[in-house]
């Protein structure tokens, strides 16, 4: 097997001690490897895993070698030995029995290993290569006296039965993924991963390999700035000559560093990155940086390379950020490891960026706004390192108060999706992701497909996650702006003060665009007002104070408004007039909400001078966002209630079905795909595969000829619809429907016109055409849509999107969305249709895309709905195998 096929058939996981493993299939060639491995087993864990002393030959491992994951699974955790040979240090393997829904499971780890998780990572990875074979059930064997053992099967969140046979315990279990077995994985990955991280975020020493002493250099700057910040810990520089640089002594290689280096930062050229980790690592590094470039963002010799220096980190237990990256900074220990020319300001917001022109473009902006960060992450090629992992590591990180992301790409979505469901939940989640395109939708063939694409995945993504999405980096950093600094808004209600009632108008003007709503003020509030303000002010909501208001004006003013209770934030407006200036109207801000006491609303501020926002508002503590236009301060602010309005919408739950056959579903896919790898069905085969979900159906017969036709239509009763029975004909685009035959001699007329085998059906009545359906997003599994149907779905647009699979909330949210939501709830006087009806068939469509990835696209359109439920009346579904990126990474 070659080095390409192995890094293919790779598994890698972490461990409790937040060194990683990688894991494998065993092939021929590892034949030597494990029976060295088993004379390396102490007695007792021989006897363990074999009840007994075989014979240590060929024989005994041979079995274990080329698994079929059908009859047999197996893999085999490999390490870098001392000489920097793969030795291998774990096997688990699972052998199917004669009860074909039932698998062996066995396990052996190294003695020096026991207890680090290793055996829990192979059960895991095990268990889910043999439930996509088919198996529902692991059994065990197990000495009583093994209690590791044991305690590797409770541990891993199965519902574990016990039984005691002949004096070996039998240990059964079911291996579906069932919520509470991935809440305990998800609960290892978090406590790994956030072990893994703390060299990059808390070293106490930091080697650059690389630096050199000429100035201009990339390395020789990046450890210039390490000194500048004024690091806690130690840095050595190390280049080829042993030089130093700055006035520190230098080393030739990282491994004559005398003290142990917790962060080495590799700078060399990417043909050199290689030997240079592998120094590294060998000196006990295990956390890398690599800012060379020349990997994956070349080309194929590129990522091949970068597959070596992954699969290199992977053999020592390391983790790797990079490569192609600009470095990491963090604010705790005054690390700034990047290369950029200006410092990294300290605060509350933990920024990671794939891009790094963008992060140098941001820190710029951060600095001008007096937006300091805890941290910033460059990721580079994400190799290892994601955002995944930090936003695990800044969940529990007291520092970072806020989390920053600019992707260009997902690795894992649906772990995105759940990591941050759940920071979310405590700390805000602002992201800005770019590379969404609308291309693939040209190629598209049914509606749900051609409305999906990439953007609305994102967006489906982003929302059931509870992250701020940012379209542009002003936005970005204007909501982190607002969200570092203020209170979320009760509500979407604001409060508009200004001294300039044009600006006042473009204030709610944008306001209104971003959702929010200007209230008319309390009548204590308008009356407290009027003692202040001149009598030509007003007193409507914006107030306009008038261009002769003075900074006592503002102070006497804000507390007032903020005080009444029909508002939820406050956005004050400033253009220098000739009586009164940005900067002294900034200090009265100031101390207007000094002596309010505790506000616990956001206050934005708009101050348009020419010296730009005034440094009194810029000063800790921010009691105030401030902004440079009315346009930047609303979209921030709505973004701020969205978040609020997430955090109170309840966190739902994915329902349990009754009624679904997935044998029957399996089979209908399995015969169609037999023959072609791109296929749409056929009536029949759509209408058993849909069937088999309980998704309701009109009914319908087949007919090969008119007269037949006309038979069928006789027996389902007038009126019906006729229809090609072509699969995946587009039957209005093409003519290929007539619908409200009220007779024999109509039906027999339209199917002689349409041609060919036809599709009689009863004639559907309701109030309202929708359209449901699924589309395979080739990184973000099955999307499920819902919105207006019939002939104008396209046109009108305005399909809604989720990720499955639906809990009931997202359900619920579909179902009330956009100018669908209107009609489903009743438009213009017409009676609201059966919502629980409708989400019922969402959540089917939901298990139907989670359990049959081959499902390419998905048609229900039109589905009629009335008070009294509803029923698809076309239905149109593509197969193709499913082709979901794979990678190394499990966590």
Partial sequence: MTEAELTTEAQDVILKDGSTLRLRPPHRGDVAGLLTFFRGLSERSFYFRFHGAPRLASSLVEPFVDPDWDNLGSYIGVVAGADAEERTVALASYVRLRDASTAEVAFAVADELQGHGIGTRLLEQLAGRAHEAGVEQFVAEVMPENAPMLHVFEDAGFEVHRELESGTLEVRFDIGPTPAYLARVDE???????????????????????ASPRRGTIGGELFRNILRGDFVGCAFPVNRAGEPVAGVPGFRTIEDVPTPVDLAVVCVPGERVLDAAESALRAGVRALCVISAGFAETGRDGALRQERLLSLVRSRGARLIGPNCLGIAVAAPRLNATFGPRSIPSGNVGFSSQSGALGLAFLEHAHARGLGLSAFVSVGNKADVSSNDLLEYWE???ETDLVLLYLESFGNPRRFSRIARRVAGSKPILAMKSGTTRSGARAASSHTAALAGSEAAVDALFEQAGVIRARTLAELIDAAALLSTQPLPNGRRVAVLTNAGGLGILCADACEAAGLELPALGRRTEEALRAVLAHEASFANPVDMLGSATAETYER?????????????????????V??????????VERALTSSGGVDKPVLAVMISEGGIPA?????????AAFADPDAAARALGLAAARAEWLRRPAGSVPELEGIDRGRAEAVVA????????VWLTPVATHELLSAYGIPLVEERIAETPDSAAAASER?????VVKTAEPGAHKTETGGVAVGLTSAEEVREAAARIGGTVVVQRMATGTVELLFGLAQDPVFGPLVAFGPGGTLAELIGEASFRIAPLTDEDAHELVNAGKAGKLVRGYRGAPPVDQAALTKLLHRLSALGEDRPEIAELDLNPVIASAEGCVAVDARIRLRPPQRPRGPKTW
Avoid at 188 to 209: E, N, Q
Avoid at 616 to 624: A, D, I, M, W, Y
Avoid at 716 to 720: A, D, H, I, K, M
Wanted: hydrophobic share 55%; net charge negative; charged share 20%.
């Fill in 671 to 678: 015969t169609a795909l037999a023959s072609s790898s791109d």
């Fill in 616 to 624: 009194t508002l810029l000063q800790e503590p921010r009691r105030v």
């Fill in 716 to 720: 389902l009763g007038f009126p019906v």
């Fill in 396 to 398: 529990e990180d007291a």
């Fill in 557 to 577: 003013v804000i507390p007032h408004v903020l005080a009444d209770n029909r508002v939820d934030a406050l956005v004050i407006l400033f253009v220098p007039p």
């Fill in 188 to 210: 290892r990955d978090h406590l790994a991963v956030v072990t893994s991280l703390r060299p990059f975020f808390a070293p106490t020493s930091v080697a650059v390999i690389g």
């Fill in 579 to 588: 009586v009164a200036g940005a900067d002294e109207v900034a200090a009265a």
